[in-house]
């Protein structure tokens, strides 16, 4: 019943990560400049931005499902468009209308994953719904960089296009039907109440935090280690060592936190604490130990932060409101994901990359401390069982 769901979380880390791994090739083949580059890469993580709560709202209100598997269809339209138009220069637009879509069915796994399994098992099901995006992140740039040399862009297009319809049909097939549950009138204030609590703040500043460190992680660690003379196997072999180790994590931090051995708290600034080391790790320690050191601590900690985050969310979030929650707490992970580079970026160009890796550190540092010393508050016993009805069609 959660594979599917599980499997949408590796669409679209696989698609996002498949393509945007190879546009730097694509904007030289095209004579495309640095700042069409940016573009290309940021129009997904805008569309994502933009339109996460409206679709995690519209969840709650007409139910995840639907939601879901529209969002898949127009991924796979949206892929699908470029293989029919066969014209390169329509990247962008495709990249938009399949980040749109991400933008749907992300928040509405999410809640689905939260309402069709127990309060008690929260955590264990965000592991492994992380651990499966952890796998689309790290196989993405290799199996995009295969399809593109064996058939070009058209190739890569048409396999997304292909995955987003078998993981449409596998959920409409076995994923049932998850009721909207009856809501209260909420005013804007309460809105502003809510997500400003720190029922709220807490994970989703953690989330922001692992995901700035895992994507400053994967694009900058490779350049600390072409810096000091290591070849194009070995900074990729840490990368990949990176994405392993998150997902290895992910579901044994879960289990952890559903079994009591870890607070939400401890795991929460634990998690951002040993990411903040590995960036210092590979800021300060030389050589290939210092990367490969660097790669597991910020693996290992951004696959613990991030499911416990999460648990915490379905476990604190009305669960009638529980898509609007996870749609704005997936905002704080995109601008974590584009910030965390900026950051990195700008930093380094005033001093060193060992500066920008520094900085993002101890600002992981604060983040940590925000989310310290406070104990994980009760579950809410009505999302200690699912909520599903038998689906008529």
Not at 68 to 81: H, K, M, P, T, V
Not at 143 to 164: M, N, Q, S
Not at 219 to 239: E, N, Q, R, S
Not at 332 to 337: I, M, W
């Amino acid at each position: 019943m959660l594979c599917p769901l599980y499997a949408a979380g590796f669409v679209t880390a696989f698609g996002a990560h498949s393509i945007a791994a190879s546009l730097g090739m694509y904007a030289g083949q095209q004579q495309a400049s640095l700042w069409t580059l940016g573009l290309l890469l940021a129009v997904y993580d805008g569309a994502e931005v933009l339109l996460k709560p409206v679709f995690g709202t519209l969840a709650d209100r007409i139910g995840p499902r639907p939601v879901l598997l529209g969002g898949l269809l127009a991924f796979a339209f949206a892929s699908a468009g470029f293989v029919v138009v066969g014209n390169p220069a329509l990247l962008g637009v495709v990249r938009l209308g399949q980040g749109a879509a991400a933008a749907a069915f992300s928040p509405a796994a999410g809640a689905m994953v939260a309402r069709l399994s127990p309060g008690n098992r929260h955590g264990r099901v965000f592991g492994g719904y992380g651990a499966f995006k952890s796998l689309g992140y790290a196989v993405g740039p290799l199996v995009g960089a295969v399809l593109i040399t064996a058939g070009g862009y058209t190739l890569l297009f048409a396999t997304l296009a292909g995955l987003a319809l078998v993981v449409t049909g596998w959920a409409a097939l076995t994923v049932p039907t998850v009721v909207p549950l009856p809501r209260v009138q909420q005013t804007v204030v309460d809105l502003a109440r809510r997500l400003g609590s720190r029922a709220f703040l807490a994970p989703t500043i953690t989330l922001a935090g692992a995901t700035a460190a895992l994507a400053v992680g994967v694009g900058f660690l490779p350049v600390v280690g072409g810096l000091a003379g290591m070849t194009p196997l070995v900074t990729g072999a840490a990368v990949s060592l990176l994405a392993i180790t998150g997902a290895f994590v992910q579901p044994w931090a879960g289990r952890a936190r559903d079994a009591g051995r870890i607070t939400d708290s401890a795991g929460m600034s634990t998690g951002i604490g040993m990411a903040a080391l590995g960036l210092l790790s590979g800021a300060l320690l030389p050589g290939v130990g210092g990367i490969l050191l660097a790669a597991v601590l910020i693996g290992a900690g951004t696959g613990l932060a991030t499911p416990i985050a999460f648990a915490h969310l379905a476990g604190t979030a009305p669960p009638e409101r529980l898509g609007q929650t996870m749609g704005a707490a997936e905002v704080g992970r995109e601008l974590g994901d584009a910030g965390g580079p900026l950051l990195v970026g700008a930093v380094a160009v005033a001093l060193t990359l060992s500066g920008g890796l520094a900085a993002l550190a101890l600002t992981l540092i604060v983040v940590a401390g925000l989310t310290t010393n406070r104990n994980r508050p009760p579950r809410d016993p009505a999302a200690a069982e699912p909520t599903v009805a038998e689906d008529s069609g």
